[in-house]
């Protein structure tokens, strides 16, 4: 045996191979857009207990429990999935892969990220009905929108407490300057059994956790020209007040979609910071 085989390696060769192996990692999460955002790594589940206290009991290995007793799978076991197929058919992982830059200015999002956007048809159901049985329609209480300005009536589920917080957001709304007025008045709906616009997939506002504001201010990725030619150019003219007062109450913005929908803001708290302890979600 030489004695090479004990010495150390020369250190050059060493960086070398280290740069060569970063390289190849960049590249190949580069690959893929939803790898690039979340790296290999699970998704931080337990989140999803903190924010639906509620309704969710615990993790067991591979199975969320609620409270009742019912078992999901967290992971369907098909692994990280291209773009298409994580929002047709995504499980409740997936549902947290992407991550939501709660807080940050609005932006344009890097293509095919879209957090908040993948939603598990058999999760929100079961947490909220499914619209078309009309099960979701008798958990509704009307709100108020901006009681001193529009004083807009509007339908809301009261699971997980959302008609309360959308309530709490629309009092801080009410008290903005006139010039946020045309952003928020009058809103563009709230409960609607309806799908989502080409596709066969119940939208959040069937399950009574969604809002569009001003629709005449808004900017939706499906407007865009060379939408069809799948390259979005990213518009918004959201202030980011209103996206932050909606964010503090659990509320995820559509602006923060490639797919951007910046009229839209659904109650999704597991896909945002937990609240200041002592505060509930
Ligand atoms: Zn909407």
């Not at 090479?4 to 280290?18: A, D, G, H």
Request: glycine share 8%; with cysteine.
């Amino acid at each position: 045996m030489s004695s090479r085989t004990s010495s150390p390696q020369p250190p050059i060769k060493k960086s070398f191979i280290r740069e060569l192996l970063t390289f190849s990692l960049v590249f190949a999460f580069a690959a893929h857009p939803l790898e690039a955002r979340a790296g290999s790594d699970a998704p931080n589940v337990a989140r999803i207990i903190e924010a639906y206290p509620d309704a969710l009991g615990k993790i067991e290995g591979n199975e969320l429990v609620w409270r009742d007793g019912t078992r999901m799978p967290l992971d369907d076991g098909h692994g990280v999935k291209a773009f298409a197929d994580w929002i047709e058919n995504p499980d409740i992982e997936d549902m947290l892969r992407v991550p939501y830059p709660a807080g940050a200015p609005a932006d344009a999002p890097a293509p095919e990220i879209d957090p908040g956007r993948a939603r598990n048809a058999v999760f929100f159901e079961k947490m909220y009905g499914d619209c078309r049985k009309g099960d979701v329609r008798a958990k509704l209480k009307t709100i108020v929108w901006l009681p001193s300005k529009a004083k807009q009536r509007l339908q809301v589920t009261t699971v997980n407490g959302v008609a309360d917080r959308l309530e709490a957001i629309s009092r801080e709304l009410d008290a903005l300057p006139a010039e946020f007025d045309k952003y928020l008045v009058p809103a563009g709906g709230t409960y609607n059994c309806r799908p989502i616009a080409g596709t066969n997939r119940v939208s959040a506002h069937g399950y009574g956790i969604a809002i569009d504001i001003a629709v005449a201010q808004s900017d939706y990725w499906r407007w865009a020209s060379g939408a069809a030619a799948g390259k979005v150019a990213f518009r918004n003219r959201i202030p980011d007040q209103i996206v932050r007062i909606f964010e503090r109450h659990g509320f995820i913005w559509g602006g923060r979609w490639y797919h951007y929908d910046t009229m839209h803001f659904e109650y999704r708290p597991e896909l945002l910071p937990p609240p200041p302890s002592g505060a509930r979600n």
